[in-house]
């Protein structure tokens, strides 16, 4: 069974910074498309950041140039670095990636989300 689980959360001051991880773990033949979403309190969940099998990255224009996108193949992990925090930071974040597995296909799969708060 293919899953994705996340670390690095917690609590900073605004301008701060820190990094996310999320690993894949499973009977897993390939993973394709990785990438970061965040979900604040009354909000719909957004795509922060996405990186592609080739490495090629996109980014939400509210944390371009603030929030930087990484994979290690072999660790099956993708990060992402937070610089330059904001209160409206503040969310739950999900990995998510698009992963071919031995027994369920290709599909998407989601972790269980880690939470970022940004306060003074």
């Known amino acids: 069974q293919v899953q994705l689980v996340e670390s690095g959360g917690g609590s900073v001051q605004p301008g701060g910074s820190l990094t996310l991880s999320c690993v894949a773990s499973?009977?897993?033949?390939?993973?394709?498309?990785m990438g970061w979403s965040r979900q604040a309190p009354g909000k719909q969940r957004e795509s922060v950041a996405i990186v592609t099998e080739g490495g090629n990255t996109n980014y939400a224009d509210s944390v371009k140039g603030r929030f930087t996108i990484s994979k290690d193949n072999g660790r099956r992990t993708v990060y992402l670095h937070l610089n330059s925090l904001r209160p409206e930071d503040t969310a739950v974040y999900y990995c998510?990636?698009?992963?071919?597995?031995?027994?369920?296909?290709?599909?998407?799969?989601w972790g269980q989300g880690t939470q970022v708060t940004v306060s003074s």
């Open positions: 998510n990636a698009d992963i071919r597995g031995v027994l369920n296909g290709r599909s998407n799969y």
């Open positions: 499973g009977n897993i033949i390939a993973i394709y498309t």
